[in-house]
């Protein structure tokens, strides 16, 4: 089947079509009313000539052509279909004139928000997560909208919470490593990567998607609390690594001064004293109390 696209339609300015038209009607109603004068004055009711006829048919004329006309607001659009042929498309803002006979759908072209449900699926480590997005998207070709799908409205909502839908599975809620791109980590890559899906989608429908954004995500309430034990205890580790790494710099570095300046001379055994008690002081969670050694204390008796 061949894809239908859209085309403009014709159509002419609807002020001058209105003004012929009004011509028409008051010539049709001047002929039936001389008409009907004549009649009346030879009281012969029987006696109608052909310009009764024409003027009936100038007001029928008239009718017809008040059929052809429709407004068009900006970002709107009107499908013309004649007699099941998709004739064009009128997309300036105005008031026209088109073919009387044809049927004029409506169609917006206007930008809209597709909020979805939070969707319940499992992300790349199989872990059950709540997902949601915001679609923003509009109609682009209007052919394709009215003719290629069925409601294209709903057409976009159920194409783009399958395409949420993929994403998540896709990708992991929260990843193990730092370079990896999960959900949570990487907000841009993960929209442009649904934006991208939910085109692919929606082309044919004739629909264009302008953003992307997670609007909510968050773990499934079963696992929700061991999953936040989970990203504590990561976190903490973290930090303690962190931690680690900048008090054995410190002592290190006490260390190479006290040589390099010759302050004290230490052995290793003093040095194996010295790095345990830095250590203990810098990485402990509580405030540590020096004890001071003041040397001991002779009396004679």
């Known amino acids: 089947m ?35 004068l004549a009649i009346a004055s030879s009281n012969n009711w029987q006696d109608i000539s052909t310009n009764q006829f024409y003027g009936v048919g100038l007001l029928v004329l008239s009718f017809l052509l008040l059929l052809g006309f429709i407004p068009v607001q ?11 042929n998709y004739i064009g498309t009128v997309r300036s803002p105005g008031f026209w004139w088109v073919n009387p006979l044809a049927s004029k759908s409506l169609v917006s072209l206007r930008v809209r928000n597709f909020n979805s449900d939070k969707l319940k699926v499992n992300d790349a480590q ?37 395409a949420i839908r993929t994403l998540a599975i896709r990708y992991a809620y ?5 370079n990896d791109s999960s959900l949570r980590g990487s907000p841009d890559e993960v929209a442009a990567a649904l934006k991208e899906e939910v085109q692919a989608r929606l082309v044919v429908a004739g629909v264009e998607v302008m953003e992307t954004r997670l609007s909510h995500l968050a773990y499934a309430p079963e696992i929700a609390q061991v999953m936040l034990r989970r990203q ?22 006490a260390i190479n001064q006290l040589s390099d300046r010759q302050i004290i001379a230490l052995d290793d055994e003093r040095k194996a004293a010295m790095i345990n008690n830095l250590l203990v002081v810098l990485t402990s969670e509580n405030n540590t109390q020096p004890v001071v050694n003041a040397g001991g204390l002779q009396v004679d008796n």
């Open 2 to 36: 061949e894809a239908i696209k859209e085309k403009p339609a014709f159509k002419i300015n609807g002020f001058l079509v209105l003004a012929v038209t009004i011509a028409i009607a008051g010539a049709g109603f001047w002929l039936i009313s001389q008409n009907l």
């Open 74 to 84: 900006p970002n709107q659009a009107r499908v013309l279909v004649f007699f099941g």
């Open 126 to 162: 199989g872990s059950p997560i709540e997902i949601a997005a915001v679609v923003v998207w509009r109609v682009i070709d209007s052919a394709k909208a009215l003719f290629d799908v069925d409601y294209y409205q709903e057409f976009v909502a159920i194409q783009s919470e399958t």
């Open 174 to 178: 929260d990843a193990e490593n730092e």
């Open 232 to 253: 504590q205890a990561r976190a903490i580790i973290a930090a303690r690594q962190q931690i680690v790494e900048g008090a054995v710099s410190m002592v290190e570095m």
